[in-house]
C-alpha cells in the first residue's frame, strides 16, 4: 500500500474509529478495561510459539537490514521477554484506575463546590521503532486511563507487534470493549507517519519512541501536541564522598546492564578528589567489553582507555561505550550536565547527603537519583506498571509517562441556584 490517497483514507478510517471507541473507553468500568488486560496477557501466553515466529521474521528482516546489535536486542523476544509482557499487562491492569479520580476540590464563599476530576486525553497516537513489546505497554496504558490508541510500529518489528496486537485485540473482544480501542497501523509506508502527525482534529497527543531522527522529525513536524524525549545522555557523576565498592557496581549496571535502552548511563563524572580510584572505577567496565573514552587523568589510568574528543560529551552511544571525565567536585558536575544533558536521567553517587541534596535539586532534568543506577529511569520501576515514554519537556508530563500522565482533567462544579452577580 503506497498510494497516498490510500494511506490518507486508511488513517483518517482509523481515526475515525478511534474516536468512537474513545467516546465509549471513557465511560468503560475499571472491571471491564482489567478483564481485556488480564485476558490479553493470557493469550499473550498461548501464543508463545507463534509471537516467536513471527519475531524470527523480524529478526531475519532486521539483519537484512544491517541493524547493530544493539538494535536487534531491542528487536529481539524469547520466552522471558513474552512472559514480562504478559506480567506488565497484569501490572497495568492491578493499579488504580485514574478515571475519576478527584484531584483537588474545594468550596467557595458563594456556595458554589469545585472539584477537579480526571479524565482521558482522547485518541493517543504512539509511533515507535523496533521495540515490541512497546505494542502492549502502550496499548495498555492507553486503554487503562480511558484513550482509545493508534500505534505505529517501526517496520524492523511489523510481524511481531502485529501479532502481539491480535492478543490485545482478543483481550478487548473478551471483555466487550470494541475492538478499535487499540489498532495499529496495518503497512510499513512511512507516509503513514506522516499522515498520522497532520491528523490534529483526530488524534490528541502523539507519542515518539524510538531514535534520533525519529523524535526530530515528530517535533519538526507533528501538528498534534508531542511527549517526547530526543536523546537519553544519562549521567554519573561519581562524588569524593563516594563508597567506590558501591559507585562500581552501579556504574557497570548503569552502563551495561543493557546499553542500548534510553537510561542507560553514557558519561561518566568523576570528582578530582579520588582520582586515585579511577581504575577501580573503569577496570570492570573495561573488562566486560565496554570501550572507554576518557580524558587526559583517566587515560592515564588504563592504557586501554580512548582519547575522547568534544564530540563525545554531546553523544548517546546505545552502545558499550562510555565517555568518562575528571570534574572539581559537584558543582563542576553538575554545570557538565546542565552543558551536555539530553534532561532525562542523571545519579549521583555520594555519602555526604548534603552534597546530594545539592546534585538532587540543582541539577534539572526529568529524572535525577542518588546512589542508584540510571536503568531505573523505567516506569515499571517506579511502581507505574509500565510507561509509553520519558517526556523531557516540562508542559503536562515529564519523566515516565505512566497512566496519570495520560490524562487531562475537568472542573465539576455544583451549585444550588448561584447567579453572578
Known amino acids: ?45 498461548a501464543s508463545i510459539p507463534q509471537i516467536l515466529k513471527a519475531n524470527s521474521k523480524d529478526i531475519e528482516f532486521g539483519e537484512a537490514k544491517g541493524l547493530s546489535p544493539a538494535m536487534i536486542d531491542r528487536l529481539l ?71 482509545a490508541v493508534i500505534l505505529r510500529g517501526g517496520s524492523e518489528s511489523f510481524h511481531s507487534s502485529s501479532y502481539i496486537h491480535s492478543c490485545l485485540v482478543e483481550g478487548l473482544k473478551a471483555a466487550g470493549l470494541p475492538e478499535n480501542a487499540i489498532q495499529l497501523v496495518p503497512t510499513r509506508d512511512r507516509a503513514a507517519v506522516g499522515e498520522m502527525l497532520t491528523m490534529s482534529g483526530v488524534i490528541d497527543i502523539i507519542v515518539p519512541r524510538g531514535g534520533k531522527s525519529l523524535v526530530e522529525r515528530v517535533q519538526n513536524e ?11 545522555i544519562c549521567h554519573l557523576y561519581v562524588d569524593g564522598s563516594a563508597d567506590i565498592d558501591k559507585a562500581r557496581k552501579i556504574a557497570l549496571n548503569a552502563k551495561m546492564r543493557r546499553t542500548g535502552i534510553c537510561g542507560a548511563a553514557e558519561t561518566m563524572l568523576i570528582d578530582r578528589k579520588i582520582i586515585d580510584q579511577i581504575p ?50 559537584v558543582e563542576a558536575a553538575a554545570a557538565h550536565i546542565a552543558s551536555h544533558s539530553s534532561g532525562h536521567t542523571e545519579t549521583i553517587i555520594a555519602e555526604d547527603k548534603e552534597i546530594a541534596e545539592y546534585f538532587l535539586n540543582t541539577v534539572d532534568s526529568a529524572i535525577v537519583m542518588h546512589n542508584a543506577s540510571t536503568q531505573f529511569a523505567d516506569g515499571g520501576e517506579f511502581g507505574m506498571g509500565a510507561e509509553i515514554g520519558i517526556a523531557t519537556g516540562r508542559i503536562h508530563a515529564r519523566g515516565p509517562v505512566g497512566l496519570e500522565q495520560l490524562t487531562s482533567f475537568k472542573y465539576q462544579v455544583r451549585g444550588n441556584g448561584q447567579t453572578r452577580p
Open 222 to 232: 507533528s501538528r498534534v501536541p508531542v511527549f517526547a524525549h530526543l536523546e537519553g
Open 280 to 329: 577501580l572505577l573503569i577496570t570492570p567496565l573495561l573488562d566486560a567489553g565496554c570501550e572507554i573514552r576518557g580524558d587526559t587523568a583517566v587515560q592515564k589510568a588504563d592504557t586501554r582507555v580512548i582519547p575522547a574528543n568534544d564530540d563525545d560529551w554531546d553523544t548517546e552511544y546505545l552502545d558499550a561505550i562510555l565517555s568518562v571525565k575528571v570534574v572539581d567536585g
Open 1 to 45: 500500500m503506497d498510494n497516498s490517497k490510500q494511506i490518507t483514507t486508511l488513517m483518517h478510517s482509523m481515526g475515525t474509529k478511534a474516536k468512537d471507541a474513545a467516546k465509549i473507553l471513557a465511560g468503560a468500568g475499571t472491571n471491564a478495561k482489567n478483564a481485556a488486560l488480564n485476558a490479553s496477557a493470557a493469550t499473550l501466553r
Open 77 to 147: 523476544l524469547n520466552e522471558e521477554r513474552i512472559e514480562a509482557i504478559a506480567t506488565g499487562l497484569e501490572a497495568i491492569a492491578a493499579l488504580p484506575d485514574p478515571i475519576g479520580d478527584v484531584i483537588a476540590c474545594w468550596d467557595r464563599p458563594n456556595g458554589l463546590s469545585i472539584s477537579r476530576v480526571r479524565v482521558p486525553l482522547g485518541v493517543i497516537g504512539v509511533i515507535y521503532e523496533s521495540r515490541p513489546n512497546v505494542t502492549a505497554d502502550a496499548g495498555a496504558l492507553c486503554l487503562k486511563a480511558g484513550n
